[in-house]
């Protein structure tokens, strides 16, 4: 007789909660509050998909899971920095656009986000999860972070989490915490300040090479979302199954972003890749030490709505550097050429 029960999955749990919300509703009329409410929960919703699975919605809070194996672990973090990215910039336009001055669209820019992330083995019953982490990672939305970081808008990783995902939390600058409760007990985290992170990529300066600039423009279009197209493209786990490469990441704490540098491993050469523009789910730009013309410059940009167009674009050149180029530039447009093939071959 069949029994209908789910088997037991493992993946990472996440809640993305409003901060503050429940002294704006106090204090403010409820209409605009929860027509506030819906809009920033429903951007946040976007920008997790299709990454992340909705599994319900909670209030002021989003709860949702990605299975092991599915994402990398930049994309995942990724995800969550879009999502914050969106909420940011949701709160920016209601207080530069609203022209109401009751309390609730007054307070609404004072709201911030925050995420739990922890890994666990659950089971669905339908959309909804059910296990002891789904309660670890509900219990773990009362904490002290906000108080450790002096900040409302923050990312808490559990240890379990940042086990199995495989991140360095000291490397990327994250604060460890211990939470305590009676029922679950002790529980190690690791915080990151989102809004702090936000601002500094907002003072960013982007190094971009644009279409008109471009020495070379190649690329392809396919129907896979940009999000699993992006995943493919940067994580070094996939990049060896179309580059042919190893690739060893040697500095970036286990995460894709600015400032990481990976190792591409071919037969006895190495090219350095040095990411120096990070824009997900956009486009990223790395530096990479050629022969005979030097340091490159290479944006790799994901567009398109509907489907994905990729387009890998070289910086251009002048003077002696343009005679350089002119050299290798052939053998070098060939080489991303097939590295664009490779890669749309590789996701079939």
């Not at 509050?33 to 920033?40: F, K, M, P, R, S």
């Not at 493209?233 to 970036?252: C, E, F, H, N």
């Not at 994905?308 to 050149?317: K, L, N, P, Q, Y």
Request: aromatic share 8%; with cysteine; charged share 25%.
């Amino acid at each position: 007789m069949a029994t209908g029960l789910s088997a037991a999955e493992r993946g990472c749990l996440l809640i993305a909660d409003v901060s503050g919300y429940t002294s704006l509703l106090l204090a403010s009329e409820l209409e605009h509050a929860e027509d506030a409410l819906n809009d920033l929960i429903g951007r946040v919703v976007a920008s997790l998909e299709p990454v992340l699975t909705l599994s319900e919605l909670e209030g002021d809070a989003a709860f949702a899971y990605v299975l092991y194996g599915t994402f990398s672990t930049s994309t995942l973090l990724d995800t969550v920095d879009r999502a914050y990215d969106a909420f940011r910039r949701r709160l920016r336009d209601i207080q530069h656009g609203t022209t109401c001055t009751c309390n609730a669209c007054v307070q609404i820019p004072s709201l911030d986000l925050k995420f739990v992330l922890h890994d666990g083995q659950f089971v669905r019953r339908g959309d909804k999860l059910v296990g002891p982490d789904v309660i670890v990672v509900h219990r773990l939305l009362k904490n002290t972070a906000a108080e450790a970081i002096a900040s409302r808008g923050y990312l808490l990783l559990t240890q379990a989490c940042v086990d199995a995902i495989g991140v360095e939390p000291e490397e990327l600058g994250m604060t460890r915490q211990v939470e305590r409760y009676d029922d679950v007990g002790e529980v190690v985290c690791w915080l990151e300040d989102l809004r702090a992170r936000w601002e500094e990529e907002q003072r960013r300066t982007r190094v971009y090479v644009a279409p008109e600039e471009a020495s070379f423009d190649v690329g392809f279009t396919t129907a896979l979302p940009r999000e699993l197209v992006w995943d493919w493209l940067t994580s070094p786990a996939r990049q060896g199954a179309w580059k042919g490469d190893k690739i060893l990441q040697v500095a970036g704490g286990g995460r894709q972003q600015t400032g990481a540098t990976n190792h591409c491993l071919h037969g006895e050469q190495m090219t350095v890749e040095e990411i120096v523009d990070w824009k997900p789910f956009d486009y990223y730009t790395a530096r990479y030490e050629m022969p005979v013309v030097g340091p490159l410059l290479v944006t790799y940009e994901l567009s398109g709505d509907g489907e994905t167009v990729a387009s890998f674009r070289g910086e251009g050149f002048e003077g002696d550097r343009a005679e350089a180029w002119a050299q290798v530039g052939p053998t070098l447009v060939s080489m991303f050429e097939g590295m664009g093939q490779a890669l749309k071959q590789a996701m079939r």
